[in-house]
């Protein structure tokens, strides 16, 4: 641990003093108002003002001799408070004049209006329920230190109250999204983190030991393959909302632990939920922007439907730019088309996966307005149902919005042998080195010989939706604790460099 700094250890000196005098952090506290609430009340003449009492923590204070002025900080909001000598007893104000910025006190008084005209709490007791022992940062409501934000949330909670309406916006967006799929006949479930073999997606697995089992498991990298168990098992309707892991790199977009919901419809169609996904973000719109059209990054986003759906191989010559005399509905057009346009390819004997990779470079930076992808070649496809005229291609959409994918669907595969020889397509790439193919799920495939209905399935990343709807320009900011290296880490990193100031004013 590292050394404390001459603030910290003067508050753990006043705490050992508050030890000695009796004081033992009290847990007996009954609010019957919070900050908002008591700002929100006209005042009355004094004989006739209720007590109200308020807990926060001391974020401003302007002490003077005789009374003093304090702001407390509460989820929801701040509130002025007015402390005086007279009020609380020669002891007790001198004992309130020590306290620090960042303790939580509880306060109890009626509200008056200043001569500012900001309504204020005339405290008549006053305690100290937790005593802080770490400085807040000096400019507390200004903090701007984006790796310290992220490492130290619950400083930034504090100090950005901007952030903590993200957050509270981010459990309505889930709320909202349970609701939306409840009210159409949809069943909440659960399925397991840890699985026998990762599939779902085109991902790298955390890996993990399982003591008790004596085996190897890994920590799922989609949430498709079990829900999917249960459609064969009669819940037509079925979707979660849960962590997915994936053991891959970090950027504005990506964390290796993120959100996302799966759902599944039996008797649907890839159609029918862009009709469905279409109608599910629009209502989030409206109800958590109030507005189709809005501020994200700088530009306006325009959500007003119907939104365009086009497939992945017109999307790269329509807003690609690929000139039309490549033909790359061939490996040697697509090849071609990669040569001219210094795209690197990942697999350069895989049509899908050179299609899939001119899309990337192309078209994807270019879709801000929502828009449909569809028609995704097979061998990228492992489990979604061929395109009956081109084989070459499947009932697949991704939804694409600020330049980014948002949901993936298909109309699902329910042939078990045609499963079976994609699984084992997918098992050689593997084998051959490919740490993101399927592996085979012995399991599912007994699942899918019971009989699976016709179904279509989607996935949509959560955390990229409340990036939309908040106006966050990366994924870190919409998750409460984005995954970091280790502090000892970028301090030895940055022990070459310049070094970083942490919150209390001392160097990290």
């Not at 009796?22 to 700002?39: M, Q």
């Not at 934000?149 to 100090?159: E, G, K, Q, S």
């Not at 740490?435 to 016709?454: Q, S, T, V």
Request: glycine residues 6%; hydrophobic residues 40%; proline residues 5%.
């Amino acid at each position: 641990m590292a050394a404390r700094t001459e603030q910290e250890q003067v508050r753990f000196s006043k705490l050992k003093a508050l030890r000695e005098a009796g004081f033992a952090f009290p847990n007996d506290v009954k609010l019957t108002a919070n900050c908002r609430t008591v700002s929100e009340l006209q005042p009355l003449p004094v004989e006739e003002a209720p007590i109200h009492t308020v807990a926060g923590r001391l974020v401003q204070m302007r002490i003077m001799g005789k009374a003093s002025f304090a702001h407390i900080l509460d989820e929801s909001g701040k509130l002025q408070i007015y402390v005086t000598r007279d009020d609380l007893g020669v002891e007790a104000y001198q004992e309130f004049k020590k306290l620090d910025l960042g303790d939580i006190v509880e306060t109890s008084g009626y509200v008056f209006v200043t001569k500012t005209g900001e309504k204020t709490l005339h405290v008549k007791t006053l305690r100290l329920l937790t005593k802080s022992l770490i400085p807040l940062p000096e400019k507390w409501h200004g903090l701007t230190d984006v790796e310290s934000r992220y490492r130290y949330r619950y400083v930034d909670l504090i100090a950005n109250p901007e952030v903590r309406e993200i957050f509270k916006k981010r459990a309505r967006i889930i709320r909202e999204i349970r609701s939306f799929l409840d009210n159409r006949g949809f069943v909440e479930v659960e399925t397991p983190v840890l699985t026998y073999v990762a599939g779902g997606a085109a991902a790298r697995p955390f890996e993990t030991f399982y003591n008790a089992l004596d085996c190897n498991m890994y920590v799922r990298i989609a949430l498709e393959l079990p829900l999917k168990k249960l459609v064969v098992g009669g819940l037509e309707r079925v979707y979660e909302i849960g962590r997915v892991f994936r053991n891959e790199g970090l950027s504005k977009k990506h964390n290796p632990e993120f959100t996302m919901i799966e759902f599944y419809q039996a008797y649907a169609t890839y159609q029918d939920l862009m009709d469905l996904t279409e109608q599910l973000i629009c209502d989030l719109a409206l109800k958590v922007r109030g507005s189709l059209k809005f501020q994200y990054c700088g530009r306006e986003l325009d959500l007003t439907p119907p939104w365009p759906r086009i497939s992945m191989l017109e999307s790269i010559y329509q807003i690609g730019g690929l000139e039309r005399t490549i033909d790359i509905r061939t490996l040697e057009g697509a090849r071609d088309a990669a040569t001219k346009r210094g795209v690197e390819l990942s697999d350069p004997q895989d049509w899908g996966k050179c299609l899939d990779n001119l899309w990337e470079e192309l078209v994807e930076d270019k879709l801000f307005n929502p828009v449909f992808i569809i028609h995704h070649p097979f061998s990228i496809s492992p489990l979604a149902r061929r395109n009956q005229e081109d084989p070459n291609i499947t009932d697949r959409f991704e939804l694409i919005m600020g330049c980014m994918e948002v949901a993936n669907a298909f109309s699902e595969l329910n042939d078990a042998e045609d499963q079976r020889s994609r699984f084992e397509a997918q098992a050689r790439r593997r084998a051959a080195g490919d740490h993101e193919a399927n592996a085979i799920d012995e399991d599912f495939l007994r699942a899918l010989e019971y009989g699976m209905p016709p179904t279509a399935g989607e996935g949509i990343g959560i955390d990229r939706i409340v990036m939309l709807l908040t106006d966050s320009a990366t994924i870190r900011d919409v998750l409460l604790f984005p995954q970091l290296k280790p502090l000892e880490v970028e301090q030895a990193e940055d022990s070459e460099g310049s070094e970083v100031e942490a919150f209390g004013g001392a160097k990290d």
